[in-house]
């Protein structure tokens, strides 16, 4: 079978685009189908009508995703955020008095977490404060921004300066090489007087590569940290799979200090989730019955978040939804079991909100789960 394209002409003599499709079979020509890519749009004129209560539906679920979105500005300063907080803010002040004394060398800090913790966030608002900070002292001679750059996944040293680059206003092409890049890195640094570079998901650095091209990637970045003319702290925000990387550059881990997040408990933490969740349903404007209370639903949620605290908030603000999608005015233990069955698409058996026996129900196994079918496959940058 052969395809023929026919030009077909529109009601105003013009030619408009559309495809005859010619079945040839022994010298005859059969027409099979023709397709017209603007036969099935209306008439200009015609206006799709639609109920009032249509228009009250729609404006209600805009109004509801809103009023979610802005849940998520919410941010409980934890211990691990003071931690973290004190570590960066010390290795700054350093850099400013280092430098003021000549010297070069500096000092880093590394936050190492599950996915869903919180670290990308603790790092925003750390970078956040110290920007507002430093702009009240005014007296910081060496600059004082924070560069914030997600690494690309799996990337090599060129790709991951061309995104230092990229987040400094200044793309590079694609032709330099790695030395040309790495100098032009240390000159906009200066120029922009960026003081940190904060490297977040550092974790796919290199994967899948051998040993000596994740030494030579991390031996770039110690190498800004001690430039003779314009260093910079580093600052890195991981999951536990980035230990090996900073484990093979001993020099580096000297400088980094990696902390750990540790996993959330109810003895330790589960005061600080109670106050949060308050607050969160008091933004909302909705009300607790009680459930707050109960010692036994704060396990469930750390359980059911895997004791990351980051997580226990999303599905906190996911059962908030639930609760004004369904028009109620009080958040209940049904509601976590609704946006719990809705994030992890599981049965009643396996969910800690509704199966008796929670605490047997292995939820870091579900959330890894859930956690691969959701992942978005970060490109390498072209």
Known sequence: ???????????????????????????????????????????????????????????????????????????????????????????????????????????????????????????????????????????????????????????????????????????????????????????????????????????????????????????????????KEWPVCLIMTATPEARHLVNLDEPLRRRLRPMEMRPLTFEDDGQTLRETLMRLFDDAGITDPGILALGEFIRILIHASVGRFGIAVEMAIEAIGECLGQGDSAVDMGHFADAYEMRMDCDEELNPFVAEHWSSIDTLKAMQRYEEERQVERRRPK
Not at 11 to 28: A, L, P
Not at 50 to 71: C, I, P, T
Not at 158 to 164: G, H, M, N, P, Y
Request: net charge positive; aromatic share 8%; glycine share 6%.
């Open 1 to 227: 079978m052969s395809t023929i394209h026919y030009p077909a002409s529109s009601f105003d003599g013009r030619e408009r685009e559309s495809t005859v499709m010619i079945k040839v079979r022994n010298g005859t020509e059969d027409a099979l189908a023709i397709s017209n890519p603007t036969s099935h749009l209306p008439h200009q004129s015609e206006v799709l009508q639609v109920s009032s209560e249509a228009l009250v539906d729609f404006n209600e679920m805009n109004s509801l995703a809103a009023r979610l979105v802005r849940l998520e500005d919410y941010f409980e300063r934890t211990e691990t955020y003071h931690r973290f907080r004190t570590r960066v803010f010390s290795v700054l002040a350093q850099r400013e008095a280092r430098r003021r004394e000549g010297r070069s060398e500096l000092k880093g800090a590394v936050l190492i977490g599950p996915a869903g913790a919180g670290k990308s966030r603790i790092a925003a608002e750390i970078i956040k404060e110290h920007n507002a900070l430093t702009a009240q002292a005014g007296d910081w001679e060496f600059g004082t921004r924070i560069l914030s750059v997600v690494v690309p996944g799996r990337s090599t040293v060129k790709e991951a300066l061309k995104a230092i680059l990229q987040a400094l206003g200044y793309p590079a092409k694609s032709r330099r090489d790695e030395d040309y890049l790495g100098k032009l890195v240390i000159e906009y640094l200066k120029e922009c007087r960026i003081a940190a570079i904060h490297l977040d998901e550092v974790q796919d650095s290199g994967r899948y590569k051998t040993k000596d091209s994740v030494e030579v990637f991390l031996k770039v970045f110690r190498n800004m940290m001690q430039h």
